[in-house]
């Protein structure tokens, strides 16, 4: 079955260090990925989807997600991080429903981002 | 500010009442979805509306039932709760459920739930 694997349920950095937030989905064919970020007490905020178009994607809050299908990897990074980017992060993935050829989202298990001062 | 809007914010409720969760989203979505996220956990699927038909039930607990009176408004009538389903329900809404598998899913802010 289709899934994705977040690798580091927790993360630390420094403010203004590199985040590297990790992600594995596994399939037989290129899934249509998603990574969104969740602040306490509030619902999920998309932060950017890779759709085939180009295997680099940007999105927001300067936020990046690279597509590797050799790797079957769709790592979340940003150059610089800060203090306002603590939160979870879910790397997601769209599944089709067998019995009913709907779209499913399934989310990995999570990554908690610390960042310190 | 999201555009799907989730009324109400908190709930309690006892194991023998009767409420409801209320969704809405303006966007012209056709596809609607409940999920729940318990503390630390992902959000799971449990319900997905497409075209105000019901297209997914992931074997939600019959106490759990979901209505969708027209393309706007999706709710979630609970009744005969226990303590364990005290989570936080999420809506979300996305252009499509079929050819747009790239269609992101839109978040409301969600209800937390606690039942006593």
């Known amino acids: 079955a289709q899934s994705v694997t977040q690798l580091g349920s927790h993360v630390s950095v420094s403010e203004g260090a590199l985040v590297l937030l990790r992600c594995n989905y596994s399939?037989?064919?290129?899934?249509?990925l998603f990574w969104y970020v969740q602040y306490p007490n509030q619902g999920l905020q998309l932060l950017l989807k890779y759709t085939s178009a180009a295997t680099l994607v940007k999105g927001i809050n300067g936020f990046e997600a690279e597509f590797k299908k050799s790797e079957t990897s769709f790592h979340l990074t940003k150059p610089s991080a800060h203090m306002s980017d603590a939160a979870e992060y879910f790397c997601a993935v769209r599944l089709k429903d067998g019995s009913s050829n709907t779209g499913k989202l399934i989310f990995g298990q999570g990554t908690t981002l610390q960042v310190k001062p | 500010d999201t555009e799907v809007t989730q009324t109400p914010k908190h709930l309690v409720m006892g194991m023998t009442n009767k409420k409801s969760l209320k969704c809405e989203q303006h966007?012209?979505?056709?596809?609607m979805y409940w999920y729940k996220q318990k503390a630390k956990k992902p959000p799971e699927l449990m319900f997905v509306y497409s075209y105000e038909k019901l297209s997914i039930n992931e074997s939600v607990p019959s106490r759990f039932s979901p209505e969708c009176p027209n393309s706007s408004l999706l709710n979630l009538h609970l009744h005969a709760l226990q303590p364990e389903d005290s989570a936080l329900y999420l809506c979300?809404?996305?252009?499509?459920?079929?050819?747009?598998?790239?269609?992101?899913?839109?978040f409301g802010n969600g209800t937390r739930l606690t039942v006593t």
């Open positions: 979300a809404s996305s252009q499509d459920t079929g050819q747009g598998w790239n269609s992101p899913l839109h």
């Open positions: 966007m012209g979505h056709r596809a």
């Open positions: 399939s037989s064919v290129p899934p249509y």
